[in-house]
């Protein structure tokens, strides 16, 4: 421009591209910066997660172990929970909370309230009334005046004496007759209402004819 080869517009113009260029330079180094500084922490982070999962592979057997504990632990559970195979009434318990058990040990009484059957000792004299299939009626003396059908599903092939703990044999000959009864097993149909019928009531039955 002093030697009159240039205009001053041409050097306005070229010194504020200078400038321009320079903020440009400036605007790029400040966004290497932020960029180098996002590396960094991306590396501390990395490295951070590298800790963690050292820690995390260090607790792995910790993990296992807890894992086995637990197992055994519902194993246990499950030996301690006895499971009843149909829905049925507790009759009686015989051991107390707290109580320790052995294998084979008596814990409870229980029935199915909806497969109640009636167990009958039929006099040996009227047992030839009495066949599997016979229709039969049967009176509880806690339902006076109610009636119930059954079926007989059973006969004893034995008198109930050759059960008794204690027999009576007859060694010096003399001899008795006493009229023996026999077993039958009885089948409700149709069941009986729930709770209506229980173990232990006294029955009678007899043979339903037409």
Request: net charge positive.
């Given at each position: 421009m002093a030697s009159g080869s240039g205009t001053r517009q041409r050097h306005d113009q070229t010194r504020s591209a200078l400038d321009t260029a320079r903020q440009k330079v400036l605007g790029a180094v400040a966004e290497i910066q932020n960029a180098e500084a996002q590396i960094a922490a991306a590396a501390a982070g990395r490295e951070e997660l590298n800790v963690l999962a050292r820690q995390l592979d260090a607790l792995e057997p910790q993990e296992r172990e807890l894992r086995a504990q637990r197992d055994r632990a519902e194993l246990d559970l499950q030996d301690r929970i006895i499971r009843m195979p149909f829905q049925g009434s507790i009759d009686r318990v015989?051991?107390?909370p707290?109580?320790?058990?052995?294998?084979?040990?008596?814990?409870?009484?229980?029935?199915?309230?909806?497969?109640?059957?009636?167990?009958a000792n039929v006099k040996e004299t009227e047992i030839r009334h009495f066949r599997p299939g016979t229709p039969v009626r049967l009176s509880v003396d806690a339902?006076?005046?109610?009636?119930?059908?059954?079926?007989?599903?059973?006969?004893?092939?034995?008198a109930t004496s050759e059960f008794a703990l204690l027999p009576a044999p007859n060694p010096s000959g003399n001899f008795t007759k006493i009229t023996q009864?026999?077993?039958?097993?009885?089948?409700?149909?149709?069941?009986?209402?729930?709770?209506?019928?229980?173990?232990?009531?006294?029955?009678?039955i007899e043979v339903a004819r037409e």
């Open positions: 015989f051991v107390d707290g109580e320790y058990v052995v294998p084979g040990q008596r814990l409870v009484m229980l029935h199915d309230p909806s497969r109640v059957r009636v167990e339902w006076p005046g109610q009636r119930f059908e059954g079926v007989v599903e059973r006969v004893a092939g034995a009864r026999l077993p039958i097993r009885v089948a409700l149909r149709p069941p009986p209402e729930d709770g209506l019928l229980r173990p232990g009531m006294m029955v009678q």
